[in-house]
């Protein structure tokens, strides 16, 4: 009914750049909060970046300064510039958004993209 489809993954050296991409499509009515999650290695899933609709953003300690959140609500879509990236930041990113579709307009339902993985290393 609502899909999210990541891109813009890959490996990339410790200091450069990446730029993610989440497009929203199916019968959506609105979308609230959009999100990128993170899960590594052996690690539990952990909040990255959020903006709501309104354009306000929330940042894990750990990119702060580095990364950046956005989104294109014509488009339906969030991005998540990351810069300066560490080994640290190797994880499978994952696309979240709280969308109220057509046939709930009035109840928003969190949904997930399959992933895409960032590698940082030299």
């Known amino acids: 009914q609502v899909q999210l489809v990541e891109s813009g993954g890959g490996l990339v050296q410790p200091g450069g750049s990446l730029r993610l991409s989440c497009a929203a499509s199916g019968s959506i009515f609105s979308i609230n909060a959009m999100g990128w999650y993170r899960q590594a290695p052996g690690k539990e899933r952990e909040l990255v970046a959020a903006i709501t609709s309104g354009g306000s953003t929330n940042y894990a300690d750990s990119v702060k300064g580095r990364f950046t959140i956005s989104r294109d609500n014509a488009k339906k879509t969030v991005y998540l510039e990351m810069n300066s990236l560490k080994p640290e930041d190797t994880a499978v990113y994952f696309c979240?958004?709280?969308?109220?579709?057509?046939?709930?307009?009035?109840?928003?339902?969190?949904?997930w993209g399959k992933g895409t993985l960032v590698t940082v290393s030299s």
């Open positions: 979240n958004a709280e969308v109220a579709t057509m046939a709930s307009p009035f109840y928003g339902v969190d949904y």
